[in-house]
């Protein structure tokens, strides 16, 4: 074997010791970080401006049946104008003409109504924190997102690495073999292969780069920004000690949870609401009313009525939300079980991850013995050409398997922690302001119309969410 060739397995061994691990990439101060990229996914997230919306518009509802306590007052304006034809005593034809009109103000306002708004305002409230726990779950899929884009760059930029110094190495080969055949040492069979492994490493490397350019619009649709310089990952968060522990925190942490927690609050109190709609309703009215000619009509009263038929309406309206109630209580339990399922998942993705790492670490070990020994005996004519690139091809084959555990191992444990509910910035601690959805349901939560209060809330609308 020429120089060139009896070098090669140290050059293999030393470019592997670069791609490997996706941590090892030397930082620089203006590497982006994980953090970088999960605050920019939090910031620039259309989907959580989309459910912050939702949000906004259930606590409205709130302020619509907070509503219904107060009177509703009304101004009403008329004017009419009449003409006739009519035969005077003479039996001659004459007509009439006459305007009139008047104004009127008037207020209703229900008085007692046996707990049916009561129920409505705490039903919507219940929805209201229901869709709350909606928006941590939007929250976790955006920052999981985020975590998944920044590793597969990752992966996908130390792929293109190993595939480059495939290409180099593979190169070496052909050189050697072009050597050796020169001299009569082997075939142009040999040369022809090398040449053969060669193409399909350049073409390995061709997907390589497209892979890793897919990947990096999935990072900007996850985060607003194509990578830049991305930082080494840093250390795993810590998650839980066993499966069961992480069961237990997720069944009762996780929001999807405590969102079915609310909607079967709700759907009790919407049971009670139907009800009392069977209930009577006392109401109070006054009204001021003024004519052209100046004449006032004032008046007050009270009233009492109550549905004593309504074909069947009214009943079936407490069964549907019986049979809702029945819905919330199974979607309870059902949410329970994926939760718990997602958990168990996650878990055993990181197993399977870990033990990969391991398997792949001694299948690497093996491979570069195996690649040096088949290196030094196709020096001695004991091997052929093809031997050698077989073996360099299973070499590569371990290290890509490794780096893909790698990033299964990291992907799975964030994947674990949003199975657990915990994949938010408060959470991960990321040091940012975060929307913050008590402050716009505390500005409506009294229904305020356009008055001191209104100008507030106009204030809070142009600013909220922009944190």
Same mark, same amino acid.
């Given at each position: 074997?020429?120089?060139?060739?009896?070098?090669?397995?140290?050059?293999?061994?030393?470019?592997?010791?670069?791609?490997? +691990?996706?941590?090892?990439?030397?930082?620089?101060?203006?590497?982006?970080?994980?953090?970088?990229?999960?605050?920019?996914?939090?910031?620039?997230?259309?989907?959580?401006?989309?459910?912050?919306?939702?949000?906004?518009?259930?606590?409205?509802?709130?302020?619509?049946?907070?509503?219904?306590?107060?009177?509703?007052?009304?101004?009403?304006?008329?004017?009419?104008?009449?003409?006739?034809?009519?035969?005077?005593?003479?039996?001659?034809?004459?007509?009439?003409?006459?305007?009139? +009109?008047?104004?009127?103000?008037?207020?209703?306002?229900?008085?007692?109504?046996?707990?049916?708004?009561?129920?409505?305002?705490?039903?919507?409230?219940?929805?209201?924190?229901?869709?709350?726990?909606?928006?941590?779950?939007?929250?976790?899929?955006?920052?999981?997102?985020?975590?998944?884009?920044?590793?597969?760059?990752?992966?996908?930029?130390?792929?293109?690495?190993?595939?480059?110094?495939?290409?180099?190495?593979?190169?070496?080969?052909?050189?050697?073999?072009?050597?050796?055949?020169?001299?009569?040492?082997?075939?142009?069979?040999?040369?022809?292969?090398?040449?053969?492994?060669?193409?399909?490493?350049?073409?390995?490397?061709?997907?390589?780069?497209?892979?890793?350019?897919?990947?990096?619009?999935?990072?900007?649709?996850?985060?607003?920004?194509?990578?830049?310089?991305?930082?080494?990952?840093?250390?795993?968060?810590?998650?839980?000690?066993?499966?069961?522990?992480?069961?237990?925190?997720?069944?009762?942490?996780?929001?999807?949870?405590?969102?079915?927690?609310?909607?079967?609050?709700?759907?009790?109190?919407?049971?009670?609401?139907?009800?009392?709609?069977?209930?009577?309703?006392?109401?109070?009215?006054?009204?001021?009313?003024?004519?052209?000619?100046?004449?006032?009509?004032?008046?007050?009263?009270?009233?009492?009525?109550?549905?004593?038929?309504? +074909?069947?309406?009214?009943?079936?309206?407490?069964?549907?939300?019986?049979?809702?109630?029945?819905?919330?209580?199974?979607?309870?339990?059902?949410?329970?079980v994926i939760i718990g399922e997602n958990v168990g998942v996650a878990w055993t993705t990181i197993d399977s991850a870990v033990a990969a790492i391991s398997a792949t670490e001694t299948q690497i070990e093996a491979a570069q013995i195996a690649f040096d020994g088949v290196s030094e005996e196709a020096s001695l004519g004991a091997r052929t050409t093809l031997d050698v690139l077989d073996a360099e091809q299973d070499l590569l084959d371990a290290r890509a398997a490794k780096l893909e555990a790698e990033a299964a191992r990291y992907k799975g444990v964030y994947q674990l922690l949003a199975s657990m509910g915990l994949l938010t910035v408060e959470h991960l601690r990321l040091g940012i302001p975060t929307y913050d959805p008590a402050v716009y349901y505390n500005a409506v939560r009294n229904a305020p119309a356009h008055s001191a209060q209104g100008k507030k809330l106009d204030r809070i609308m142009k600013s909220i969410g922009k944190n």
């Amino acid at each position: 074997m020429t120089g060139s060739a009896k070098y090669l397995p140290k050059r293999l061994a030393m470019s592997a010791a670069i791609v490997l +691990g996706m941590g090892m990439t030397a930082w620089t101060a203006s590497a982006e970080t994980l953090t970088d990229a999960l605050i920019a996914a939090y910031r620039n997230s259309n989907l959580l401006e989309q459910n912050r919306a939702v949000l906004r518009a259930a606590d409205e509802d709130v302020a619509v049946a907070v509503s219904t306590l107060r009177p509703v007052i009304s101004f009403l304006t008329q004017g009419q104008y009449g003409y006739a034809q009519f035969l005077d005593t003479f039996d001659n034809v004459a007509s009439a003409e006459e305007w009139s +009109g008047f104004y009127a103000l008037s207020a209703q306002m229900t008085l007692y109504d046996f707990g049916r708004t009561k129920l409505a305002i705490e039903a919507t409230k219940e929805v209201v924190l229901a869709t709350r726990e909606a928006l941590l779950q939007v929250e976790q899929q955006v920052l999981l997102a985020a975590v998944v884009a920044y590793v597969d760059v990752r992966l996908r930029e130390a792929f293109v690495d190993l595939r480059q110094n495939n290409v180099r190495v593979i190169g070496e080969q052909l050189k050697a073999a072009q050597d050796r055949f020169d001299v009569g040492e082997v075939t142009r069979t040999d040369v022809a292969q090398a040449e053969a492994r060669l193409a399909q490493a350049n073409s390995n490397l061709i997907v390589a780069e497209g892979e890793l350019q897919i990947a990096r619009e999935a990072y900007r649709a996850a985060t607003g920004a194509y990578p830049g310089n991305l930082a080494p990952l840093p250390p795993l968060p810590a998650t839980a000690s066993s499966l069961e522990a992480a069961r237990s925190v997720a069944l009762r942490t996780h929001p999807a949870i405590r969102q079915a927690q609310r909607q079967v609050s709700a759907a009790d109190l919407n049971v009670a609401r139907a009800k009392a709609d069977m209930r009577p309703t006392i109401g109070g009215e006054a009204q001021l009313q003024v004519d052209d000619g100046g004449l006032q009509q004032n008046g007050v009263g009270i009233n009492f009525s109550q549905t004593l038929y309504a +074909g069947g309406r009214l009943a079936a309206l407490v069964r549907q939300a019986m049979a809702n109630r029945d819905s919330a209580y199974s979607n309870l339990q059902q949410s329970g079980v994926i939760i718990g399922e997602n958990v168990g998942v996650a878990w055993t993705t990181i197993d399977s991850a870990v033990a990969a790492i391991s398997a792949t670490e001694t299948q690497i070990e093996a491979a570069q013995i195996a690649f040096d020994g088949v290196s030094e005996e196709a020096s001695l004519g004991a091997r052929t050409t093809l031997d050698v690139l077989d073996a360099e091809q299973d070499l590569l084959d371990a290290r890509a398997a490794k780096l893909e555990a790698e990033a299964a191992r990291y992907k799975g444990v964030y994947q674990l922690l949003a199975s657990m509910g915990l994949l938010t910035v408060e959470h991960l601690r990321l040091g940012i302001p975060t929307y913050d959805p008590a402050v716009y349901y505390n500005a409506v939560r009294n229904a305020p119309a356009h008055s001191a209060q209104g100008k507030k809330l106009d204030r809070i609308m142009k600013s909220i969410g922009k944190n």
